[in-house]
Protein backbone atom coordinates (compact mmCIF):
# COMPACT_ATOMS: atom_id res chain seq x y z
CA UNK A 1 0.00 0.00 0.00
CA UNK A 2 1.31 3.53 -1.17
CA UNK A 3 0.35 7.01 0.67
CA UNK A 4 -2.49 7.57 -2.28
CA UNK A 5 -3.83 4.00 -1.16
CA UNK A 6 -3.96 4.76 2.60
CA UNK A 7 -5.17 8.28 1.57
CA UNK A 8 -8.01 7.12 -0.50
CA UNK A 9 -9.41 4.33 2.09
CA UNK A 10 -9.01 7.07 4.90
CA UNK A 11 -11.55 9.17 2.52
CA UNK A 12 -14.07 6.33 1.90
CA UNK A 13 -13.61 5.17 5.46
CA UNK A 14 -14.57 8.90 6.58
CA UNK A 15 -17.29 9.13 3.79
CA UNK A 16 -19.22 5.66 4.83
CA UNK A 17 -19.19 7.32 8.41
CA UNK A 18 -20.42 10.53 8.46
CA UNK A 19 -23.19 9.30 5.68
CA UNK A 20 -24.02 6.85 8.09
CA UNK A 21 -24.64 9.58 11.11
CA UNK A 22 -26.43 12.02 8.57
CA UNK A 23 -29.01 9.44 7.63
CA UNK A 24 -28.91 7.74 11.60
CA UNK A 25 -32.39 7.79 11.55
CA UNK A 26 -33.09 5.30 8.62
CA UNK A 27 -29.14 3.71 9.16
CA UNK A 28 -30.07 1.06 12.02
CA UNK A 29 -32.29 -1.03 13.44
CA UNK A 30 -35.07 -2.99 11.37
CA UNK A 31 -36.06 -0.78 8.19
CA UNK A 32 -32.78 0.54 7.43
CA UNK A 33 -31.66 2.61 4.12
CA UNK A 34 -27.90 2.70 4.55
CA UNK A 35 -26.95 5.20 1.74
CA UNK A 36 -22.90 4.79 2.97
CA UNK A 37 -23.70 1.22 1.63
CA UNK A 38 -23.46 1.64 -1.90
CA UNK A 39 -19.97 3.01 -1.46
CA UNK A 40 -19.48 -0.99 -1.74
CA UNK A 41 -19.41 -0.47 -5.20
CA UNK A 42 -15.82 0.86 -4.95
CA UNK A 43 -15.24 -2.62 -4.35
CA UNK A 44 -16.47 -3.89 -7.35
CA UNK A 45 -13.71 -1.63 -9.56
CA UNK A 46 -10.66 -2.26 -6.70
CA UNK A 47 -10.03 -4.57 -4.62
CA UNK A 48 -8.30 -2.45 -2.21
CA UNK A 49 -11.02 -0.34 -1.25
CA UNK A 50 -12.23 -3.12 1.02
CA UNK A 51 -10.12 -1.10 3.65
CA UNK A 52 -12.00 1.69 3.94
CA UNK A 53 -15.34 0.66 3.27
CA UNK A 54 -14.72 -2.16 6.41
CA UNK A 55 -13.37 0.62 8.63
CA UNK A 56 -16.12 3.04 7.82
CA UNK A 57 -18.63 0.35 8.63
CA UNK A 58 -16.98 -1.14 12.37
CA UNK A 59 -17.05 2.40 13.14
CA UNK A 60 -20.42 3.08 12.41
CA UNK A 61 -21.37 0.25 13.25
CA UNK A 62 -19.96 0.58 16.94
CA UNK A 63 -21.47 4.13 17.36
CA UNK A 64 -24.90 2.80 16.21
CA UNK A 65 -27.51 1.65 18.60
CA UNK A 66 -26.32 -2.05 19.33
CA UNK A 67 -23.09 -0.56 19.90
CA UNK A 68 -19.90 -3.66 19.84
CA UNK A 69 -22.34 -6.31 18.48
CA UNK A 70 -22.85 -4.37 15.41
CA UNK A 71 -19.43 -3.63 15.16
CA UNK A 72 -18.16 -7.20 14.99
CA UNK A 73 -21.16 -8.85 13.24
CA UNK A 74 -22.01 -6.31 11.08
CA UNK A 75 -18.74 -5.46 9.89
CA UNK A 76 -18.44 -9.38 9.02
CA UNK A 77 -21.34 -9.02 7.04
CA UNK A 78 -19.85 -6.21 5.00
CA UNK A 79 -16.53 -7.98 4.59
CA UNK A 80 -18.43 -11.30 3.22
CA UNK A 81 -20.23 -9.00 0.90
CA UNK A 82 -16.78 -6.82 -0.38
CA UNK A 83 -15.47 -10.31 -1.05
CA UNK A 84 -18.15 -11.29 -3.44
CA UNK A 85 -17.64 -8.08 -4.92
CA UNK A 86 -14.00 -8.71 -5.44
CA UNK A 87 -14.67 -11.70 -7.36
CA UNK A 88 -17.77 -11.78 -9.13
CA UNK A 89 -17.16 -10.90 -12.26
CA UNK A 90 -20.82 -9.58 -12.79
CA UNK A 91 -22.10 -6.48 -10.97
CA UNK A 92 -25.33 -7.02 -10.57
CA UNK A 93 -25.11 -10.46 -8.74
CA UNK A 94 -22.02 -9.22 -6.83
CA UNK A 95 -24.89 -6.27 -5.07
CA UNK A 96 -27.18 -9.76 -4.16
CA UNK A 97 -23.97 -10.81 -1.48
CA UNK A 98 -24.64 -7.38 0.73
CA UNK A 99 -28.75 -8.11 0.20
CA UNK A 100 -28.37 -11.52 1.84
CA UNK A 101 -25.61 -11.20 3.95
CA UNK A 102 -26.74 -7.92 5.70
CA UNK A 103 -29.88 -9.15 6.04
CA UNK A 104 -29.31 -12.46 7.80
CA UNK A 105 -26.82 -11.22 9.51
CA UNK A 106 -28.42 -7.90 10.78
CA UNK A 107 -31.90 -9.52 11.00
CA UNK A 108 -30.32 -12.18 13.67
CA UNK A 109 -28.59 -9.08 15.53
CA UNK A 110 -32.26 -7.69 16.09
CA UNK A 111 -33.47 -10.59 16.94
CA UNK A 112 -30.47 -11.44 19.84
CA UNK A 113 -29.90 -8.07 20.57
CA UNK A 114 -33.19 -6.24 20.66
CA UNK A 115 -35.41 -9.48 20.59
CA UNK A 116 -37.25 -8.42 17.07
CA UNK A 117 -38.72 -10.86 14.96
CA UNK A 118 -36.25 -12.43 12.81
CA UNK A 119 -37.70 -12.93 9.65
CA UNK A 120 -39.37 -9.73 9.71
CA UNK A 121 -36.48 -8.08 10.25
CA UNK A 122 -33.89 -10.03 7.88
CA UNK A 123 -36.42 -9.02 4.76
CA UNK A 124 -36.80 -5.32 6.41
CA UNK A 125 -32.98 -5.16 5.65
CA UNK A 126 -33.05 -7.25 3.11
CA UNK A 127 -35.82 -4.68 1.20
CA UNK A 128 -33.37 -1.18 2.27
CA UNK A 129 -29.82 -2.93 1.12
CA UNK A 130 -31.76 -4.08 -2.31
CA UNK A 131 -33.30 -0.65 -2.79
CA UNK A 132 -29.95 0.89 -1.98
CA UNK A 133 -27.69 -0.87 -4.15
CA UNK A 134 -30.34 -1.39 -6.74
CA UNK A 135 -30.30 2.58 -7.06
CA UNK A 136 -26.03 2.22 -7.83
CA UNK A 137 -26.30 -0.21 -10.01
CA UNK A 138 -28.87 2.07 -12.48
CA UNK A 139 -26.39 4.84 -11.88
CA UNK A 140 -23.70 2.60 -12.73
CA UNK A 141 -25.16 0.96 -15.54
CA UNK A 142 -25.69 4.79 -17.04
CA UNK A 143 -22.48 5.75 -16.39
CA UNK A 144 -20.79 2.36 -17.74
CA UNK A 145 -20.21 4.31 -20.83
CA UNK A 146 -17.67 7.36 -18.84
CA UNK A 147 -14.39 5.49 -18.36
CA UNK A 148 -13.37 8.43 -17.10
CA UNK A 149 -15.55 8.21 -13.69
CA UNK A 150 -13.74 4.63 -13.56
CA UNK A 151 -9.79 6.64 -13.79
CA UNK A 152 -11.53 8.75 -10.82
CA UNK A 153 -11.66 6.15 -8.76
CA UNK A 154 -8.54 4.09 -9.53
CA UNK A 155 -10.71 1.45 -11.13
CA UNK A 156 -8.44 -1.94 -12.06
CA UNK A 157 -10.79 -4.64 -12.39
CA UNK A 158 -13.77 -4.90 -14.37
CA UNK A 159 -13.32 -1.92 -16.14
CA UNK A 160 -15.66 -3.75 -19.12
CA UNK A 161 -17.59 -4.75 -16.78
CA UNK A 162 -21.33 -7.20 -17.69
CA UNK A 163 -24.30 -6.09 -16.02
Known amino acids: ?8 NALIAALYIVITIVTYSFSYEGI ?10 FIFFRKQYVIGVT ?6 NFIGPMGWVDAVFGT ?5 SSIALMFS ?7 LAPVIANGF ?3 AELYFVLNLDFWIN ?12 IGV ?16 IGANQHIDFKW
Open 105 to 107: VVG
Open 55 to 60: IGCFIA
Open 76 to 80: LATLI
Open 137 to 152: YLIAMALKKRKGLLKI
Open 32 to 41: QFRIAEALLI
Open 122 to 133: VGLVMIGEFVVL
Open 89 to 95: PYLLLAL
Open 1 to 8: MNVRSITV
